[in-house]
């Protein structure tokens, strides 16, 4: 008796120490696709350039409504879409410092990730 308790007890602990790994990688894995959609939201944001704007103020601007329309026309599109829901993620597109533009993916009503591109003068 004593030995199927032992071995009881080791199947109870390894089926959770399986249970938590499993748990954790597919978390990462969650957090890599969070990170490419941001990534490339942000992309497709920054690169809709007012250029009216652009021309008045001799630096490169941002047109925020076109980039939202961008990033969300791009989530719309993604593969990895099916992985969340349709209809639990979304992306708010902001802007900060003179030419920069930030992408934050919304999951269930929780900011999941955020990236954010600039335009540098060199």
């Known amino acids: 008796m004593k030995v199927f308790l032992v071995f009881l007890a080791l199947v109870i602990v390894f089926t959770g120490a399986l249970a938590f790994a499993s748990d954790s990688l597919r978390f990462v894995l969650l957090q890599k696709r969070l990170k490419v959609l941001a990534e490339e939201c942000a992309e497709a944001a920054a690169l809709c350039i007012d ?11 941002i047109d925020l409504a076109r980039g939202q329309a961008a990033a969300e026309s791009f989530l719309a599109q993604s593969s990895y879409l099916k992985t969340f829901g349709e209809a639990s993620l979304g992306v708010r597109i902001s802007s900060f410092g003179s030419s920069g533009v930030r992408a934050e993916l919304v999951w269930k009503n929780k900011a999941a990730r955020a990236a ?6 060199r």
């Open 51 to 61: 250029e009216e704007e652009s021309q008045k103020q001799g630096r490169i601007c």
């Open 116 to 121: 954010a591109y600039e335009w540098v003068k």
